[in-house]
């Protein structure tokens, strides 16, 4: 089994920066893909950005060039750097970690005000 704990959250303005964290722990036996997702109640969750093994990375094209991920292997830990955040960023975000099945976090709150 597999826990995932995110933090970071919070209310910010538009134009700032937040940075998420997620750190994974319980039956890891080896570095696995991590990312992050995101959702506003009533709607579908949306993919944001991922990040492998090896440290290679995708974004949607919703957040490229203003979201960063990052991981710290040795932490188990992987990061979202948010800037030049929008009111449209509002949302609960969850980081996810693939295995063999998918393991999710149980969200952290991002609110942006205009």
């Known amino acids: 089994q597999v826990q995932l704990v995110e933090s970071g959250g919070g209310l910010v303005q538009a134009g700032g920066s937040l940075r998420l964290s997620c750190a994974a722990s319980?039956?890891?036996?080896?570095?696995?893909?991590m990312g992050w997702s995101r959702q506003v109640p009533g709607n579908q969750r949306e993919w944001v950005a991922r990040i492998t093994s090896g440290g290679g990375t995708n974004y949607a094209d919703s957040v490229k060039g203003r979201f960063t991920i990052s991981r710290d292997n040795a932490k188990n830990t992987v990061y979202l750097q948010m800037n030049g955040l929008e009111p449209e960023d509002t949302a609960v975000y969850y980081c996810?970690?693939?295995?063999?099945?998918?393991?999710w976090g149980q969200g952290t709150q991002v609110t942006v005000s205009s």
């Open positions: 996810y970690l693939s295995s063999a099945v998918t393991y």
């Open positions: 319980g039956s890891i036996a080896s570095i696995k893909p």
